[in-house]
């Protein structure tokens, strides 16, 4: 007799996204006269920029020639990506981190999902909330938690309040916990953390033997001086830190898929009795045994972003996206919601009114001014009473989508 994995009978609703569509269809299944703005799921809109799509032509085209033809490629990545990356987003920070410490994957969200494979099942888990929907349901199909409490926690899982009192970064938790999860700027609130604050993270990883899964895919948005744009600007993060990045927004790889995780070589693990292994061989063996690599014409595309066109057009992509982020953000404001974000991240995380649940404003929103956006409590309990919309959509709409919701009573 077959068995399944019990585990995912815990995930009692269906992940965030794929509901938020549910409800989107049957609403304009029944009203298909109505003109729907969708600011939920993060997706993009702009296409891939001209110095982009010029190498992914480039790569196409050497694949239809036998002298230049190629078929599997390095799993870790072609050298020409990770040089690149090593080069542009971290040597030139001051950061050591060398080309053989990056691994080329098809996305952030797969990365920091089959990270915990190479980690031990009794591993204690800490994780922001609200937060990134991903490290909480990974942590329960890897058999690591209890049941979910009916205030939506699951047992096991350590979860450290972000809320506005503490400005949405965690307090030190007092308990053990092995496997930290952190995101900055923050999905879903916006939020960013300073080099003191993340100081204390790091200061706090190398004490008690942890590591910290660093979630920096939206670090190209930040816009204030000052802010770390990698854990690694810390010192010390390179013996305790995991960086996961992702092209999918910085250059609108969302269909295209191209992402990288970072694993320095003093980042080490421990057995049973205590023995250090440094880990990023485990994810080596991990990455090399279930995945094939990125296509080779993607990997020419993803290097385009560094050259001297690539960096100035993907620069004005992503000004683009946090002018309509400035726009949500002011005109939220002046339609009386207290507003986050918007600043460093292309979220804006808004209180509900009238002490509307997330799940009632999002079918007020929908309802009432036919806009989509993402209800905080799908992030986690402390995101209850809040909403997150995303600047990654066309301006026209962003225009209109902000004009309904100021009209709404």
Known sequence: MASINENYLKLQAGYLFP??????????????????????????TQPLSPAIVKAFHEGVDEMAHAATFRGYGPEQGYEFLREAIAENDYQALGVNIQAGDIF?????????????????????????????PVYVDTTVMSGKTGNISKEGYFEGIVYMPCTEANGFVPEIPQQKVDL???????????TVASKEELKKWVDYALAKHCIILY?????????????????????????????????????GFTGTRCAFTVIPDGVHAYDKNGKAYPVKPLWNRRHTTKFN???????????????????????????YYMENARLMRESLIAAGYTVFGGVNAPYVWVKTKNGLSSWEFFDKVLHE?????????????????????????????????????????
């Open 104 to 132: 080329i994957s098809d996305g952030s969200k797969c990365d920091t999902g089959n990270i915990q494979e190479i980690f031990g099942s009794d591993n204690i888990i800490a994780v922001g909330d609200p937060v990134y």
């Open 19 to 44: 509901e938020i569509g549910r409800r989107v269809k049957e609403y304009t299944t029944a009203n298909p006269d109505k003109k729907v703005i969708r600011m939920g799921i993060g997706d993009v």
């Open 369 to 409: 001014a036919n806009v989509v956006g993402t209800p905080g409590s799908g992030f986690g309990p402390s995101g209850e009473g809040y909403f997150r919309f995303s600047a990654f959509a066309d301006r026209a709409n962003v225009i209109e989508a902000m004009e309904r919701i100021q009209q709404l009573q």
């Open 293 to 319: 690599g990125v296509s080779y014409p993607v990997q020419k595309a993803a290097a385009a972003v560094y050259s001297e066109e690539g960096k100035k057009e993907v620069a004005e992509i992503i000004a």
């Open 215 to 251: 979630d920096a895919a939206y670090q190209a948005f930040i816009t204030e001086e000052g802010i770390p744009h990698s854990i690694y600007e810390i010192e010390g993060a390179e013996k305790c830190a995991i960086e996961f990045r992702s092209f999918s927004k910085t250059a």
């Open 180 to 190: 930290i999860f952190l995101c900055y700027p923050n999905n879903p609130t916006g």
